[in-house]
């Protein structure tokens, strides 16, 4: 063996030799240069960038917790719903909760622009002030609850609820670019009363004169009458005498005169008290017909508050030709009905939020052929079903007052939630 090396060293050139000896610290000083420029290549990589460190995976959950737990808070905002993506089919109680009371900043813009726009509001839902304040210019028309026609012992007409006429609130709505059309309602009248007006044309004449008073002193843009269904359907040629004389004379003194009327069809397809044939008579000298599509559903009928389908149909009935389909204020409702085994009742939206605020994980359920949502939960001992407006539910009927070319009249705005109007 020795031997062999020692031909082996004989036979190296003076070059190799110094290769042989020096080759394995060549060989280690390769290997720590691979080293350092791995080390200094990892120093070089963006310490955000790769594989999180169990701190920082939890750092990055709790943002994206934070993120999607978060809520707006209460009032305008610069997303509107839509920015959001709040009109969906499947929500929970806690979407509406949580959202409800945020809107969009741009308060004056309108979204609705195929027809005009009535909002009602009421004394006992004062909210419904501040809605009309906020968002009056995206109505054509605010009608508040103020007053009513009665009868003194003399049998003369007298305006009654002129003590909750707020001037000042007129003229800050109207700066909206809303008129001010008060509702008027028949209050505590006979049959005989009624008789006497239909037979007596010097009391026909008082009532007219009386109404045009009215609004000439108050300093408001005209009228809803609501007088069709206080009769229950009974003496319909004679009212729509009535009707006519006074929307003519409203029209020559350039003020509004809208008449609000029943459906002209209810469940069980029973006829109701207004039909096509009163539509006709009357579409040339009223400026609009608020329809009261809602309340279609009782405690003796428990269901949606008003069909989809059935507000299409009450629309092409009265104006089967599309003649006057303008002139037509489809019916929405912003209040929704409780149904329990104690029976039931209506529901607000504040009286909602309390209710969703129970139970916020439950998701509310669709019904596809009524277009409308409802909620089942078990509160106060007893079973609850509501039914209650959402925006998608309101989308859709939107889009069904584009396509028939009607406007939309809402009772009423104090009873809705804030987010509602981002829709209009």
């Avoid at 808070?73 to 009371?101: C, F, Q, T």
């Amino acid at each position: 063996m020795n031997e062999l090396i020692k031909n082996e060293v004989h036979d190296i050139s003076p070059v190799n030799i110094s290769t042989y000896i020096l080759y394995p610290l060549i060989l280690q000083m390769e290997k720590w240069r691979v080293y350092l420029s791995v080390v200094l290549l990892v120093a070089s990589i963006d310490p955000n960038f790769g594989t999180l460190s169990k701190s920082d995976k939890k750092h990055k959950d709790k943002n994206k917790s934070t993120e999607r737990s978060a809520i707006l808070p209460p009032g305008p905002n610069a997303a509107s719903v839509m920015d959001r993506n709040l009109i969906s089919e499947n929500i929970k109680a806690r979407d509406v909760v949580d959202h409800h009371a945020v809107y969009s900043k741009h308060t004056k813009k309108r979204n609705f622009v195929h027809g005009d726009v009535l909002g009602y509001v009421t004394p006992w839902n004062n909210h419904g002030y501040d809605i009309a304040k906020t968002f009056g210019a995206k109505f054509s028309m605010i009608s508040p609850v103020w007053l009513q026609v009665t009868i003194s012992n003399n049998d003369d007409f007298l305006i009654g609820g002129t003590h909750d006429v707020d001037q000042g609130w007129i003229q800050e709505v109207r700066k909206q670019g809303a008129k001010i059309v008060p509702r008027v309602l028949f209050d505590r009248w006979t049959g005989q009363n009624y008789v006497s007006l239909f037979q007596d044309k010097d009391k026909q004449q008082a009532l007219k004169e009386l109404l045009l008073n009215t609004v000439e002193q108050l300093k408001v843009d005209g009228i809803v009458l609501e007088f069709w269904s206080q009769l229950g359907g009974r003496a319909r040629p004679q009212i729509g005498t009535i009707v006519k004389d006074l929307a003519q004379a409203f029209n020559s003194k350039k003020y509004v005169f809208i008449l609000a009327i029943p459906p002209p069809l209810y469940q069980d397809d029973i006829e109701g008290m207004f039909l096509a044939e009163d539509f006709t008579k009357l579409a040339e000298s009223v400026d609009y017909f608020s329809l009261m599509t809602y309340d279609y559903s009782s405690l003796s009928r428990p269901g949606p508050n008003s069909p989809i389908s059935w507000i299409e149909r009450c629309v092409k009935l009265l104006d089967p030709e599309a003649t006057h389909r303008d002139k037509i204020l489809m019916g929405f409702n912003f209040y929704g009905f409780d149904y329990t085994s104690q029976g039931g009742g209506h529901v607000l939206g504040r009286d909602l939020i309390k209710y969703l605020e129970k139970v916020p994980s439950t998701k509310l359920s669709y019904a596809p052929d009524a277009a409308e949502h409802f909620i089942e939960f078990k509160a106060d001992g007893y079973k609850h079903r509501i039914f209650y407006p959402t925006l998608y539910s309101i989308q859709k009927r939107l889009k069904l007052a584009e396509e028939l070319g009607v406007g939309i009249s809402i009772w009423e705005i104090g009873q809705g939630l804030d987010y509602f109007y981002d829709l209009l």
